[in-house]
């Protein structure tokens, strides 16, 4: 199997995609083909055995190939036209916006391309907090209680403290606080406002316990990952995370009896649905007086979650081999030829 | 101004997107540029005065100039390499998948092109009507009870007849069925799932008012069509949906008391929110006993629902000169950067 890699973009989060990507090298065996996605949105050919960080970091990646996307594939420009890049699938590693927002299920969608990633409306549920919220409450997930504080809103709210402040469509801890008091708030407020107009506000629970389960819908079941209970320090910052990003070591499984286990993956089964299929996802959750709370869902996990995984590069492939079909529809211009009939043209 | 209408594409509504945008030519008198999306996908520049829907259902497009869809626009191949189509911005008439799905949002904003039409998240809460009912509950606006039913759940569910069923991703009223006894139901299921693996059945009320008003935001205002209150004989099917597509006259106003306009334009912005800008939409409300409910988001309308609007033409450049701008983000490899300061290399 050959894997293309896709990795980078315009996101807060370009350069934890790239240490994502590159990690990937260290637990995949299959082939691997790097298309790197630059922040002015131009796609490049990365050779797989010269992939570094510092290639990126320095512009050196923009003497490699240029790449197009087009129907069909990604396309190298050669001196008799287009040549076709070949792979058997693509794996969407970009973090944030972009990866996670929509825009590039869309694009791979809308130019017929195979991909391992979330789909449009998987995306968009899971990239923006409040959605989420919204779907968990539909579906019978439980989430923490919040309050939705856009911009343009009197900032003048009754809370009660400590609260936590999260921008509503952003990833991996960007622009998130812990507000102890009514005197931190402006403050935190401003910083989240930095990264989104819109921000949710959230109890903060002293001591909830907080779990990670991956997991994917393959071969007509699902395929779970160990559980992990993320070390944490009040909570994870940019920095912490990022490193978190690199990671290729199998984790411990975190110690918890067989049925809270079982209502991690039941929770999980119900958020992923029909609508996540064809992605490799993360669901944070809290564990708080012994009920699930869903935290976020991460479609395009760091690193993939590949440490959480017993044979991570068995259940891709499986994955690979299991991506939701487009609907097939027709068109056979029926009814513009019965107006023009019915004109007797 | 130059206005670069996009239409067709790959969705069941092709037809009606080539109807639509041929209408805007008797409506707009500004220049348009056509470009026409065909449903393998590939992008065609029409001669705006040999537009007609022959072209397309007779094949004949394809000896029309194809274009190539890059980084900042619309590319022509020439002799000497790429020529860039050139407008102000485009106008998406793309109705149903692709248009209304996010995709086509997607790829106009991954490229940089400027546009009318919905954002990514505007396009998933209208294009499917399970989400649309999570968003009308979050911000509240009311919207008629319903069930939803998976292809593979049971369809052994109790309901109180007549309903309605609706496939929960398609428009235009394709794939719905009023239902009036348990004997109909079985069927009416089948004609859904052909549409989609999720049907939503909601009750049938008999004479309830239905109400379309379209509108957006531009030059810091709601700019309100009139209130229509739509013909309809049970409810539209495709074949009358479809003719309602080539509108271009102007229709009646609805009859009714100030204060129910006011409803109907406060459940409009409460709907349009920060989410819809950039977009003209149409909300198609029910009335029933004095309330407003919504029953369907059009982010993409039939012909632009030009016909409900005392000047359509100043209306939508208006709005094209108050689209939403992209998030501005940096990424100066900070992270990167400093790891490598780290490693000392």
Redesign the interface.
Known sequence: MKIAVLFGA???E???S??SAIALKKVLNSEIVYIFCD????FYLIPTDKIN??R??SGKYKKDKKL?I??GGFFQKSLTGYKQLDFDFVLNVIHG??GE???????L????INYIGPR??A???SY?K??TK??A??IGVKSLDYTVL?KEDSRDIKLTFPVIIKPSRLGSSIGISIVKSKGEFDYALDVAYEFD??VLIEPFIQGIKEYNLAGCYADNEFKFSIVEEPQKEEFLDF?KK?LDFSRTKRVNEAELDASMVEKLQDAFKKIYG?IFKGALIRCDFFVHENEVYINEINPVPGSMANYLFSDFEDTLLKLSASLPKQ?K?I?D?????S??AAKG?
């Open positions: 315009k996101s807060f370009h350069e934890i790239v240490v922040f002015n949105r131009d960080s510092k990126f970091s197009e087009k129907n916006s972009d927002d929509g825009k590039i299920s869309s694009i969608d809308f130019f017929n449009i409306e995306s968009v549920l923006n409040l959605y919204m779907y409450k539909e856009n107009n819109q920095d990022y029909n609907q529809i068109c211009y029926k009814y513009i030829n107006i023009q043209k």
